[in-house]
């Protein structure tokens, strides 16, 4: 699936009820942001997605990047942390510079999505062994 950002703000509607609950690795999202952002060139930078859940736990991925001329591929291979609980997953991307001093920290909004709930519940006597 692929995203493209609109300047720091990446919708979210299309894999905004995409995940279920306990999934790892299932899904992957591309984003293609701006390769420069006032007067930074964001190629060297390093992008990490945020996420923090229902039950109020942060979890956190490096994404992989590719560098084009104008923009940059932003490849997010969905860890299980992201879809441990099920509920509303609150996302933030950020961009830091890779080398040297860290003068400016670039963010990008996103609308929180839903995680669904994975059915659960007991099994009838006769179905245990």
Request: net charge negative; hydrophobic share 35%; aromatic share 10%.
């Amino acid at each position: 699936m692929e995203i493209i950002a609109n300047g720091k703000n990446i919708p979210t509607y299309e894999f905004g009820d995409l995940l279920i609950q306990g999934e790892e690795l299932a899904d992957t999202i591309i984003f293609y942001v701006d390769r420069f952002y006032n007067e930074y060139d964001l190629s060297d930078h390093s992008f990490v997605i945020t996420g923090l859940t229902s039950e109020g736990y942060e979890v956190e991925q490096a994404l992989e990047k590719e560098v084009e001329a104008e923009r940059l591929k932003l490849i997010w291979k969905i860890a299980a942390g992201f879809t441990e609980d099920a509920g509303e997953l609150k996302l933030c991307m950020t961009a830091l510079p890779e080398y040297g001093e860290i003068d400016h920290i670039i963010r990008y909004a996103m609308q929180p999505v839903r995680v669904r709930p994975f059915p659960s519940g007991r099994r009838r006597p006769e179905q245990q062994q």
